[in-house]
């Protein structure tokens, strides 16, 4: 997950039954039967486990060019009983009963094969609200924006967007992400300090298919052509 934005997002695009059907016809992604948009971090956190392939624009508001390029993403989910749980909570003085389990993240390059290092991972605790399944804290190894360990806060509207809140001792980062699809999430981030909004950052990602997927459909393909 990551920082982010201080604009306004109208969440997922709606589409008509007869746009719909033109993308069916063309081969894009379209969710599958029984997917429900995640409306709790828990589901969130599972719908979102597997690799994600992302494609990244980041605006610099400040004198820095502009970026772009694309990574992927790992994401594994655990338990309440995970050890991280304990050792992630007690660097910020939280209870760890109150740990609903959480994830595991690495960001490594698309292009390199093994390249899944410590120094690009990160792991966050989910705190839900007792009160209210849709808000809660994350509570995070190490942020994006400073590397040191911090306290979110997210809630879900009603439409499924994601908003995650994050605020260091120089910056706040706001973060909105969802999904469009089981197969695709938009995700928009930005990060103020004392001088205003600094960066602001765009991401589409797609998951990407295990080795399973590629074989089962290699072998639906070649029984079709039996």
């Known amino acids: 997950m990551e920082t982010v934005p201080t604009f306004q997002s109208n969440g997922p695009m709606t589409v008509s039954d007869s746009s719909l059907e033109v993308m069916s016809a063309e081969g894009s992604s379209l969710p599958t039967d029984g997917f429900e948009t995640p409306m709790t971090m828990t589901a969130f956190l599972e719908a979102s486990a597997g690799i994600w392939m ?104 009603e439409d499924g967007v994601l908003t995650i809140t994050t605020r260091y001792d120089t910056s706040v980062g706001i973060e909105r992400c969802w999904f469009v699809t089981d197969q695709l999430r938009m995700r928009v981030s930005s990060v103020q300090n004392l001088d205003g909004v600094t960066m602001t950052t765009y991401c589409t990602e797609r998951r990407c298919p295990s080795d399973a997927d590629i074989l089962a459909l290699a072998r639906h393909t070649a029984e079709r052509e039996i």
């Open 54 to 157: 992302i494609r990244r624009v980041v605006h610099h508001q400040d004198h820095q060019d502009d970026e772009d390029g694309d990574s992927n993403l790992i994401v594994e989910p655990f338990g309440p009983n995970d050890d991280s749980v304990a050792a992630i909570c007690a660097a910020l003085g939280v209870d760890p009963s109150r740990g609903c389990g959480g994830a595991r993240f690495w960001w490594e390059s698309n292009l390199k094969l093994s390249d899944r290092s410590e120094d690009r991972a990160a792991a966050l605790v989910n705190v839900v609200n007792p009160e209210d399944s849709a808000k809660g804290f994350l509570v995070r190894d190490k942020g994006y924006v400073e590397k040191q360990a911090v306290l979110s806060s997210y809630c879900f509207a």
